[in-house]
């Protein structure tokens, strides 16, 4: 202000009415906009979900086979666990067995058991009693069953019997 | 090139100035483009209580609608304005109450000022368009006597239809400064009866001088009323039974007559108007002397004495101011006419600058 005494009205290109329509179409466009950007980001938010649930899936995939593989091997080592069980089952049968086997009169001082294979160290009074009293079950329960004798001083014998299971050809 | 700078390149500027009397507005439009002037028009309304009329309004309007850039000016009428040669609100208590006015400073010397509420009653009448500026009549005497206030002690006085603003500068400052009404001072004066005697025999002037009444052989048209003249021939007549030349007479009394009145009406107008011319003419000098003589008797402004007027004349007065002027002030005087609304646009130029 140099020689006026009041000041100028604020002069503007733009008149108060392109201002209003300017101001609205200005809202629209940001509306469009932010539209635009909202359903962009729930998109994306959506592709990551989708990718992070793909992944997901993949890793039950991978999981799932996993776990198929591990419930074979665990069925495996089950049924050979069962196996083990009923062969010991066994085992203890056959030794049980072997034990009501041996008769009061002769003494076992040894007994290897193996898969195939019982050898039996002990002492008999005689061999005629080993023979009826022992070598006749254990022929009946083995397929080949060898026997030695030693004689021992006070006129008993030592014995070694060795019996094998013949295991059928596969 | 700054942004603004731009803008005026590019936009046309209108620059709108109005001086409103009491009765007439006239309105100047410059259409810029730039510094360069493409157009000027100029145009007077007749209006009423110095308030723009629907048709002043359109047209100011029809021009605001061409450019957002456009600056409506308008001369300060109110009555309640001056100038003081101080622009310390200190110091100005010394020469009038500016409590309640709005002040602009010039250069650090002097102000004017106006009263805040008649500046809200102006903006008010031009509340249709609005006004960007509102100017002193002081600045455009300064500004428009430029050449002459840097010398010695000048009156500078700017004449309007029904205002009179009058400062005393000298080598450059501002030393007095008043604004008057002469629509009211004339109306005033002849009311007072004692003025006029006084005012009379300041100039040793009689209004009853032959000089100055009605001086009826001046009259050319009244030659026609040689035609009553015919009147003397009615002796003439022999035969008063004579229908024809009596109707004859009749006719010719008639347009005698009405001639006459005719005559006698433009001569009463002719008359009129300059004894109007000469009324304010004289009632101007009125007000000058009586602030002249303010001026030389109030000791704040060391008794200087002035030796030359400077008028600005925006309506075409006659040439009896200078007269009284040079005979009963013994100052030289010197009339320029100005082009009140011109002056506006080409001040509202300047103040434009400062304003985008």
Partial sequence: MQYSFIKPRSKGIVSPEFKLLFFFFSITIVMLFSSYAFLKVKSFM????????????????VNIVSMHEDITYIKLQRRHAEGIYTENTVLKESIHNLFDLVPEKITLSQALLKEDELVLYGITPSKEVYEFLLQAPLRSIFHRSYTSYYAMPNGWYSFVSKNYLDRPVQ | MKLSGLIKKIYQQIFIGIVVQHSSMKVCVQLRKGNRLEKEV?????????????????????????????????????????????????????????????TVCNENKWMVYAEKTELNALQKRFLVNGLDFIFSPFFILSNFFQDKIEGKTSLLVLIQD???????????????????????????????????????????????????????????????????????NLQDLDDLDDLDEIEDFEESLNEAVEESEVALEE?????????????????????????????????????QFVE???IADACESGPDLIKFLEE??????????????????????KEAKYAI
Avoid at chain 2, 193 to 207: I, Q
């Fill in chain 2, 328 to 349: 009963e002030l013994f100052v030289t005087a010197y009339k320029r006419s100005i082009d009140l609304d011109k002056e506006l646009a080409k001040m509202a130029i």
């Fill in chain 2, 267 to 303: 001569a009463k107008t002719k008359y009129d108007s300059k004894i109007d011319n000469f009324s304010d003419d004289y009632k101007r000098f009125q007000l000058i002397q009586a602030s002249l003589q303010n001026f030389y008797n109030d000791s704040k402004y060391n008794n």
């Fill in chain 2, 162 to 232: 029904d205002y009179l603003s009058l400062c005393i500068f000298a080598e450059g400052e501002l030393l007095f400064a008043n604004h008057y009404a002469t629509k009211e001072a004339i109306e005033d004066e002849s009311m007072s009866e004692e003025l006029d005697e006084s005012a009379g025999e300041s100039l040793g002037f009689n209004l009853e001088d032959d000089d100055l009444s009605i001086n009826l052989d001046e009259i050319d048209a009244l030659d026609e009323l040689d035609a009553l003249d015919d009147l003397d």
């Fill in chain 2, 308 to 310: 030359e007027t400077y």
């Fill in chain 2, 42 to 102: 100029s145009r007077e309304f007749n209006i009423s209580h110095a308030t723009p009329t629907a048709e002043a309004n359109e047209f100011i309007k029809s021009y605001m609608d061409e450019s957002p850039f456009t600056y409506i000016a308008v001369l300060n009428d109110t009555l309640t304005q001056g100038a003081i040669p101080t622009c310390s609100m200190h110091q100005a208590e010394n020469f009038s109450d500016l409590g309640s006015c709005v």
């Fill in chain 1, 46 to 61: 959506y592709d990551s979900t989708m990718d992070d649930l793909m992944s997901k899936s993949a890793t039950l995939k």
